[in-house]
């Protein structure tokens, strides 16, 4: 069975660029989510999909990001204008039914 | 609100030598406990899963944690600390609610010396 995966597995850019990240999640799972860690801090979440609905998107820090999941398969996390701040790993997971997330291996986004 | 805290952000043992990683948590409602862990450039693995049976739970690679509600801990641990477990551990609580979002802490990056 394949994983998460997760494109691009690193991403520089300058400040003011955009900058889109995918997560393709193993195949049957409703539930997507995305996380983020900013250097030396915890991973937070950023939001959670069912199917291709926003479940819960709390954790988004603000109007830069914008997440989709069209046709509830693939999700894209695209930062636009991406700020320095904004460099970190971000972390894609899937579960189906409440069981156990699968993460990705990471998306390592630098902001220069 | 759930909040995990994990103690010690470096955590260094010799090899061969007793792995003790800390984690109190914080919640509402009975959770759901993880400890995950992230070797080198990999991605996040899940080690063990706490879902309200054996409070005992023992996970890959010989770690096992235990939960103890009255002290809210879950603390992870391992006999024999071996070069390979050198990774960063993160211990994380999800509200027992479907599909919920899991919450971790800041993690423990677990040094093993020669």
């Known amino acids: 069975e394949a994983g998460v995966t997760q494109f691009p597995s690193h991403s520089v850019i300058e400040k003011g660029q955009t900058v889109t990240l995918r997560c393709d999640p193993i195949?049957?799972?409703?539930?997507l989510y995305w996380y983020r860690r900013v250097m030396g801090k915890e991973i937070k979440f950023l939001l959670h999909f069912v199917k291709e609905s926003k479940q819960d998107e709390s954790g988004m820090p603000n109007n830069r990001f914008l997440a989709e999941r069209t046709g509830g398969t693939y999700s894209t996390l695209k930062v636009q204008p991406a700020e320095l701040e904004d460099s970190g790993v971000y972390f894609c997971?899937?579960?189906?039914?409440?069981?156990?997330?699968?993460f990705g291996q990471g998306t390592r986004l630098t902001v220069v | 609100a759930q909040s995990v805290t994990q103690l010690g952000s470096h955590v260094s043992v010799s090899e061969g030598a007793l792995v003790l990683l800390r984690c109190n948590y914080s919640s509402s409602v009975p959770p759901y406990l993880f400890w995950y862990v992230q070797y080198p450039n990999q991605g996040l693995q899940l080690l063990l899963k706490?879902?309200?049976?054996?409070?005992l739970v023992k996970g890959i690679n010989g770690f096992e944690a235990e939960f103890k509600k009255s002290e809210t801990s879950f603390h992870l641990t391992k006999p024999s600390a071996h070069m390979s477990d050198a990774a960063e551990y993160f211990c994380?609580?999800?509200?027992?609610?479907?599909?919920?979002?899991?919450?971790f802490g800041k993690g423990t990056r677990l040094h093993i010396l020669p």
């Open positions: 706490y879902t309200s049976a054996a409070t």
């Open positions: 997971a899937s579960s189906h039914g409440g069981r156990r997330a699968f």
């Open positions: 195949s049957g799972h409703d539930n």
């Open positions: 994380a609580v999800m509200v027992r609610e479907r599909d919920d979002k899991i919450i």
